[in-house]
């Protein structure tokens, strides 16, 4: 009886903290350009989410497409292990290298768009992928983000 008394005290302690509501993307901000160099436009970013569950976890990846003008000029694809805390806010860092030729294929549209209005607006697709106690899920991303030169 003392062993059947434990094993449901465990049960009932591990099943209250699991993830039961989804981590929510809240927005991509923050976004800078850090300069060009080697034919690419080099961007640093935030993408902001909230964990609703008292459990905390781990980021595992990031596969996020970075589309112009609905076209893919870039991708994120990292591996990482950043630790999420429950019942939090918490950001994810993203460096982002834009090849000039990805978005120079459609050239004078394009080029008017960047050089003329020192502007691009720039779309973010993809997911993040998180674990708790060995179970992943993934966060879908859609943003879109002006970004100004």
Not at 38 to 52: D, G, L, Q, R, T
Not at 72 to 82: D, F, P, R, T, Y
Not at 124 to 137: H, L, Q
Request: charged fraction near 25%.
């Amino acid at each position: 009886m003392k062993h059947l008394t434990t094993i449901l005290l465990l049960f009932f302690i591990t099943s209250a903290c699991t993830i039961d509501k989804p981590i929510e993307f809240r927005k991509i901000d923050d976004v800078k350009v850090l300069g060009i160099n080697n034919n690419k436009v080099n961007i640093e970013a935030k993408a902001y989410f909230h964990n609703p569950n008292s459990l905390g976890g781990r980021l595992k990846n990031v596969d996020i497409d970075i589309l112009f003008k609905d076209k893919k000029v870039a991708n994120i694809n990292e591996q990482q292990s950043l630790k999420i805390p429950g019942n939090s806010d918490f950001t994810v860092p993203l460096i982002i290298a834009i090849g000039m030729e990805e978005v120079q294929k459609n050239m004078l549209s394009n080029l008017i768009s960047i050089l003329g209005g020192r502007s691009m607006t720039l779309q973010f697709k993809g997911f993040i992928k998180v674990s708790s106690r060995g179970i992943g899920k993934k966060i879908p991303i859609e943003y879109t983000e002006k970004i100004n030169f």
